[in-house]
């Protein structure tokens, strides 16, 4: 079965760090872009991070630019996102996403949500940050 799974998210207070971690099974993560996404109660949701095939790829919203670090363990299909100075403003729901096809580079396409083919979302996991 095709999956990914977000763990890591919980409560912080304000900077505060948390990283999570984007797990795929039942695939490889192959050649494509995997685009980290939020969504905050009321508020639509955001793509904040895409990494693409090597940790050189990338790109970070300004809202998380500077503080966010992501890393990409293709052996492990495994994404990681450390996120440093946590505020209140970054509580949300976080979400990572990816192709089962080939995808242009994140340095090119910038935000994920702009990536028409990350069909393979995960359930989310939640961060709460306290002031």
């Known amino acids: 079965q095709v999956q990914l799974v977000e763990s890591g998210g919980g409560l912080a207070q304000a900077g505060e760090s948390l990283t999570l971690s984007c797990a795929g099974s039942g695939f490889g993560l192959g050649n494509s872009a995997i685009g980290w996404f939020r969504q905050a109660p009321g508020k639509g949701r955001e793509g904040i991070v895409c990494v693409g095939h090597t940790d050189d790829d990338t790109w970070y919203a300004d809202s998380v630019k500077g503080r966010f670090i992501v890393t990409r363990d293709n052996g492990r299909k495994l994404v990681t996102l450390r996120m440093n100075a946590l505020q209140p403003e970054d509580a949300a729901t976080y979400y990572c996403?990816?192709?089962?096809?080939?995808?242009?580079?994140?340095?090119?396409?910038?935000?994920?949500?702009?990536?028409?083919?990350?069909?393979?979302w995960g359930r989310g996991t939640t961060v709460t940050v306290s002031a």
């Open positions: 996403a990816v192709s089962q096809t080939p995808t242009p580079p994140c340095t090119i396409v910038g935000d994920p949500g702009l990536y028409r083919s990350l069909e393979v």
